[in-house]
């Protein structure tokens, strides 16, 4: 019997479609679908209107993987036997595909990309996905998520995978490490940074604003004190004139940038809070962007308003902190008087946050779970 007696027989092998991939400054999936690339029969299709001049970004620093990256158009038949993807969006947006080629399918539930929590909308797209007769495995990284997919019976707990945290490039930043400059030992500046993209007017789903009251009172306190912004903010999204040249904006940037700017903060700032998106809206605990930064030994100072939290020990890994101005100023300050203890936080966090993005607590499951279906 030739090949062609079977139309229904697939080349066994992963496909990916991504909505945004391959532009560099999401680094959690350039870690993740590198190392699929590099592990498993995979072919990666994107839908990113912006394709042609990413995927040519990308191939300068990974052209071992640029004819494996494809456009993608609806309809179109793609080559393969199992097929992932992350966020709710983009794979409820794939279901038609799915349903015409008859392809198996895991997904990995972020925060974000359509997901919320109690939303009609969101319900209504998970309920579609998780009952469809190709659905093999969801990948859930956060105790909320986990709990109300079980709570709300959306699916069987068998078909439920949880692994911790985001994919990060964990890798990438214990091999290009700078030394860093700290404050109390080699700099007399203490220099705070908020990093975030933004998706509202004011970035209050991020905490932008009460970043900047934090730092308007702060620059009262003390005239050592310094603030970096990364992402698209400038100094128009919110008056900062009364900062002067004690804030820095950097608009948004790709993971190289980051260990040599990460070398000279000492704390991260991310007073994100529910809700203020979306109804139902959230991040992840912590964001992807404190994960980097605590990669690179910066002191997290971050928020848990759906206490999120059950492996990092407040106070000795990171700092958690209401969204509250005058409280995040007080711990602040309490830091500022005592530098080695700022210093000795930053240290503990940098290994903890090191351990918990490894390559065996994040990337390992997940390849073993997309390995029984190919």
Not at 336 to 349: D, R, V
């Amino acid at each position: 019997m030739t090949g062609a007696s079977h139309p229904a027989e697939k080349t066994p092998g992963l496909i990916v479609i991504d909505d945004f991939f391959p532009n560099l400054i999401s680094s959690f999936r350039v870690q993740e679908y590198n190392y699929y690339l590099d592990k498993l029969n995979c072919t990666i299709y994107s839908i990113s209107p912006d394709f042609e001049r990413d995927r040519e970004e990308y191939a300068r620093l990974y052209p071992q993987y640029k004819e494996r990256i494809r456009p993608y158009k609806p309809g179109e038949k793609v080559d393969g036997s199992f097929l992932y993807t992350i966020f709710l969006n983009n794979i409820f947006s794939q279901l038609p595909l799915i349903e015409s080629q008859k392809l198996p399918f895991c997904f990995t539930l972020y925060p974000g990309g359509g997901f919320r929590l109690n939303n009609l909308e969101s319900d209504y797209k998970l309920q579609k996905v998780l009952n469809s007769p190709y659905f093999r495995k969801v990948i859930v990284t956060q105790p909320v998520t986990l709990d109300y997919l079980i709570f709300n019976k959306f699916c069987p707990k068998e078909k439920i995978e949880f692994i911790y945290g985001g994919v990060l490039p964990t890798q990438y930043y214990e091999e290009n490490l700078v030394p860093r400059q700290i404050y109390g030992k080699n700099k007399t500046t203490l220099d705070i940074c908020f990093v975030a993209m933004k998706y509202t007017p004011l970035g209050v789903d991020k905490g932008y604003d009460t970043f900047i009251k934090v730092a308007k009172k702060l620059v009262t306190f003390s005239p050592y004190i310094r603030f970096h912004v990364v992402g698209p903010f400038d100094r128009h999204d919110i008056d900062v004139t009364g900062l002067g040249d004690k804030i820095t904006f950097y608009g948004e940037q790709v993971t190289a940038f980051f260990p040599r700017f990460y070398a000279q903060m000492d704390l991260i700032l991310s007073p994100n809070v529910p809700n203020k998106l979306d109804q139902g809206a959230f991040d992840g605990f912590p964001t992807a962007s404190c994960f980097e930064a605590g990669l690179n030994g910066v002191a997290v100072f971050c928020t848990d308003e759906l206490k999120n939290n059950f492996l990092f020990e407040d106070g000795k890994d990171l700092v958690i902190i209401s969204p509250d101005p005058d409280e995040i100023v007080r711990k602040i300050i309490s830091y500022y008087g005592e530098p080695e203890k700022l210093a000795a936080l930053a240290q503990n966090g940098m290994v903890r946050f090191q351990e918990l993005g490894s390559l065996e607590n994040n990337l390992s499951p997940r390849l073993k779970i997309l390995s029984t279906y190919i």
